[in-house]
């Protein structure tokens, strides 16, 4: 069993910058997938973003250079670093882990999450 709590949300303008924290607790992500997802009113949940549990990233192409993910695993902590935020980033943000090193985009495929941190960017 895997806890996940998010922090670091906020409002904030357009072009401003936040960085997400997913501070999981229960077990080790270092051999966990971590995945970030939003989810804006009336939508469905969406993939941002995800790293393995090697190293490696990958991101939907709306946000690609502009947010980006990293690990601490002795903090057992996953951060996403978004810069360069656009009203249409207002979501709210959730973690999740998925065992293994395979990159999923799909919700399903991921089997523990947070309860959420809401991001509003004015424009």
């Known amino acids: 069993q895997v806890q996940l709590v998010e922090s670091g949300g906020g409002l904030v303008q357009a072009g401003d910058s936040l960085r997400l924290s997913c501070v999981a607790s229960?077990?080790?992500?270092?051999?966990?997938?971590i995945g970030w997802f939003r989810q804006a009113p009336g939508e469905e949940r969406d993939f941002v973003g995800g790293?393995?549990?090697?190293?490696?990233?990958a991101y939907v192409d709306s946000v690609k250079g502009r947010f980006t993910i990293s690990r601490d695993n002795a903090k057992n902590t996953v951060y996403l670093h978004m810069n360069s935020l656009k009203a249409e980033d207002s979501a709210v943000y959730y973690c999740?882990?998925?065992?293994?090193?395979?990159?999923?985009?799909?919700?399903?495929?991921?089997?523990?999450w947070g309860q959420g941190t809401q991001v509003t960017v004015s424009s």
């Open positions: 229960g077990s080790t992500i270092s051999r966990y997938t």
């Open positions: 999740a882990v998925r065992p293994g090193n395979s990159l999923n985009y799909s919700p399903n495929s991921y089997d523990y």
């Open positions: 790293i393995s549990w090697t190293g490696r990233t």
